[in-house]
């Protein structure tokens, strides 16, 4: 696949302001259970929590076949139908606080194509600075990946065994529910997190998929139980397997060095969907 055109993205940018107002934080809570739903101004929001805000806003009428919003204007016009949020590296280096107006500036960083075992491949990287006035608050390199269609003949992602050390662990029910409610949080319509069919003989998924920000969402919201007055600093992630709606899994976490954490998403099948670090202070 040549990506002379989709070069033609690099450099593009965008802007995005936000007010963070208390219901999308107040409603993430609720989501994830928490016992204290009680977010104002002035509070602090948590970490990750920063994807519930500066969504892209489009008319149904633009959407894609698969509930995204169509490409060619932001991002490039990657003709793979499959997408999914490989990972991103960020760094939190001042809260974001409730009733404050944020700037959050989008940047392609890169467009690059390659064959893997499953067929063509895409990767973008788009990095993500929010700002209030002078001051950066969050760095973010997100990775997208797009992929061919699954076919019959489409190898299956090779699965990495879960680590069996661990400090801390918590059961999930990814519930369609949980799906639902994320998806409306985040404005995302992409079908694969609904729509079972779809799914299923479309994009030739087992289920329902899990969103991977949700996960990666999850692992912070973990660690923050088990320590809770720890202010997270640097966080990176990677998908490596998809979970479904239909599968069990656990929140994994262990100290690998003072300040320092090792977590992971484990499938109930043993195999990780998503391995992360994180650096507190």
Same mark, same amino acid.
């Given at each position: 696949?040549?990506?002379?055109?989709?070069?033609?993205?690099?450099?593009?940018?965008?802007?995005?302001?936000?007010?963070?107002?208390?219901?999308?934080?107040?409603?993430?809570?609720?989501?994830?259970?928490?016992?204290?739903?009680?977010?104002?101004?002035?509070?602090?929001?948590?970490?990750?929590?920063?994807?519930?805000?500066?969504?892209?806003?489009?008319?149904?009428?633009?959407?894609?076949?698969?509930?995204?919003?169509?490409?060619?204007?932001?991002?490039?016009?990657?003709?793979?139908?499959?997408?999914?949020?490989?990972?991103?590296?960020?760094?939190?280096?001042?809260?974001?606080?409730?009733?404050?107006?944020?700037?959050?500036?989008?940047?392609?960083?890169?467009?690059?194509?390659?064959?893997?075992?499953?067929?063509?491949?895409?990767?973008?990287?788009?990095?993500?600075?929010?700002?209030?006035?002078? /001051? +950066?608050? @969050? =760095?973010?390199?997100?990775?997208?990946?797009? &992929?061919?269609? !699954?076919? $019959?003949?489409?190898?299956?992602?090779?699965?990495?065994?879960?680590?069996?050390?661990?400090?801390? /662990? +918590?059961? @999930? =029910?990814?519930?369609?529910?949980?799906?639902? &409610?994320?998806? !409306?949080? $985040?404005?995302?319509?992409?079908?694969?997190?609904?729509?079972?069919?779809?799914?299923?003989?479309?994009?030739?998924?087992?289920?329902?998929?899990?969103?991977?920000?949700?996960?990666?969402?999850?692992?912070?919201?973990?660690?923050?139980?088990?320590?809770?007055?720890?202010?997270?600093?640097?966080?990176?992630?990677?998908?490596?397997?998809?979970?479904?709606?239909?599968?069990?899994?656990?929140?994994?976490?262990?100290?690998?060095?003072?300040?320092?954490?090792?977590?992971?998403?484990?499938?109930?099948?043993?195999?990780?969907?998503?391995?992360?670090?994180?650096?507190?202070?």
């Amino acid at each position: 696949m040549t990506t002379v055109n989709l070069q033609d993205w690099i450099g593009k940018t965008e802007e995005r302001n936000d007010l963070l107002t208390a219901f999308p934080a107040n409603a993430m809570a609720a989501t994830l259970n928490h016992e204290q739903i009680n977010y104002s101004d002035n509070k602090i929001l948590p970490p990750l929590w920063h994807w519930l805000f500066f969504l892209p806003i489009f008319k149904l009428s633009e959407a894609g076949y698969d509930g995204h919003a169509a490409l060619g204007d932001f991002l490039p016009p990657v003709k793979l139908p499959r997408r999914m949020w490989a990972g991103s590296r960020i760094q939190f280096l001042e809260p974001l606080k409730i009733g404050h107006e944020y700037k959050k500036t989008s940047t392609i960083k890169n467009v690059m194509a390659k064959s893997g075992r499953s067929g063509e491949l895409v990767f973008v990287t788009v990095s993500h600075e929010v700002s209030n006035g002078p /001051s +950066i608050c @969050i =760095n973010e390199e997100h990775d997208i990946v797009y &992929r061919e269609k !699954a076919t $019959t003949n489409s190898e299956a992602p090779k699965l990495v065994e879960s680590p069996n050390k661990f400090d801390f /662990s +918590i059961d @999930i =029910n990814p519930d369609p529910v949980l799906l639902f &409610r994320y998806s !409306a949080l $985040t404005f995302n319509g992409h079908r694969i997190h609904y729509d079972y069919p779809f799914c299923t003989e479309t994009e030739g998924y087992d289920g329902l998929v899990v969103h991977g920000p949700l996960l990666a969402t999850l692992l912070l919201d973990g660690l923050a139980s088990q320590k809770p007055d720890a202010v997270v600093q640097n966080f990176e992630f990677r998908a490596m397997a998809p979970v479904f709606d239909n599968m069990n899994f656990k929140i994994r976490g262990i100290e690998t060095e003072p300040t320092e954490y090792s977590l992971w998403i484990e499938r109930e099948d043993g195999a990780m969907a998503m391995s992360a670090k994180a650096k507190v202070k």
